[in-house]
């Protein structure tokens, strides 16, 4: 049970970061859908992947502020960075 099941003891997240993590995937799914409704418009996607880098970057920092293992927070930077940038390409900017 142990080998892919870890007891991790987790502080919970205020209020405030719980309903603003349920408004930007509200808000994803919401681009996703208007995307495919909009003969699959690849900005919609860019808009989408921007917002899913931005939730990753701040359960990144959240990790960080409860101080737990450094594999954690640093893993969701780095996909935070990578949905980032995978946006960025989405959109044409660089």
Known sequence: ??????????????????????????????????GFRDD??????GYGFLVVGLLNIMNGVESHYHQEEKKVYRTDYFLGILFLFMAITELGLI
């Open 1 to 34: 049970m142990g080998l892919f099941f870890e007891k991790v003891k987790r502080t919970k997240s205020s209020k405030l970061v719980v309903a603003i993590r349920i408004i930007l995937t509200i808000v994803v799914f919401a681009l996703l859908i208007q």
């Open 40 to 45: 699959f418009n690849s900005t919609y996607l």
